[in-house]
């Protein structure tokens, strides 16, 4: 009985080992190969069949005894089996155990737009690529850019779109908000919504609104009040749900709202 246990350790061994490396990548059986990815292809007991190769742009990969296979486009457990039966079909190895693993993820990108470092399109390096993570290959959010970042794309077949407050994902511990992206994904993030005031301020002009912002906060941005401002009768012109514009009282510890002109009026006294 020794003997015979002896004798069946090499065999159950590596086939443990093609279990387990098969197992370790979940989320990368669902990944479809695109053109550019490069792949590490293995072939159970033929290190000789061991390849590393670039996916070209018409979805192919030359493989030693078969040629030219096409496996663009799949799965990466259907790449390995397209790849075992061409080596079954030409009588190389009759019960081919193929592993096709994912090097570099480079024929799925994700557009990045917007108020962003560096604009432009991104290789998704590996398969499991987290928002915030796209947001700082972009070079991260300018100092315009707003703290709403707008994801579009397809998930299961079907339109994606969502909007995630980047920055409350991280001051509320909000951390399930930083998604994984997928190729084809455009990540926009616009500019950063901005008030204006004008009047008896020292410095008139548009500024940036922070988190929470108030009335009177944005009175500090602009640098507070001339000698001849009052903060009596200050108005706002805000723009109202039926579109139009009018101009209302403010309350000082109100919040200031997108496109808010924020008007000072001179003291009569």
């Given amino acids: 009985m020794a003997l015979y246990r002896w004798l069946s350790l090499p065999l159950l061994v590596p086939a443990m080992v093609f279990s387990l490396c098969a197992s370790a990548q979940p989320q990368s059986s669902e990944y ?19 390849l590393e190769a670039r996916v070209s742009e018409n979805g192919t990969i030359p493989y030693p005894l078969v040629g030219t ?17 061409a080596l079954k079909a030409g009588n190389f190895i009759q019960q081919p155990q193929v592993n096709v693993q994912l090097v570099r993820n480079l024929g799925h990108q994700v557009s990045v737009i917007g108020q962003v470092g560096r604009p432009g399109r991104f290789p998704l390096e590996t398969f499991n690529t987290r928002l915030s993570e796209m947001i700082a290959i972009a070079g991260g959010i300018n100092p315009t850019g707003d703290d709403i970042v707008i994801v579009t794309g397809t998930r299961n077949g079907k339109p994606f779109r969502r909007e995630i407050d980047l920055t409350g994902m991280f001051l509320d511990q909000k951390m399930e908000n930083d998604i994984i992206v997928t190729g084809g994904d455009v990540i926009y993030v616009a500019r950063q919504p901005m008030f204006y005031i004008y009047g008896e301020v020292q410095r008139a002009g548009s500024y940036r609104i922070e988190r929470g912002m108030t009335v009177r906060q944005a009175l500090v941005q602009g640098g507070g009040l001339t000698l001849r401002g009052t903060e009596r009768n200050m108005g706002v012109f805000r723009r109202n749900a039926d579109g139009t514009i009018e101009r209302t009282p403010l309350d000082l510890n109100g919040p200031v709202r997108p496109d808010d002109v924020l008007h000072v009026r001179e003291s009569l006294f």
């Fill in 32 to 50: 479809r190969l695109g053109d550019g990815d490069q792949v590490r292809i293995t072939v159970f007991q033929n290190p000789d069949l061991t």
């Fill in 69 to 85: 296979i096409r496996i663009g486009g799949l799965t990466l457990s259907a790449a390995g089996d397209v790849i075992g039966t």
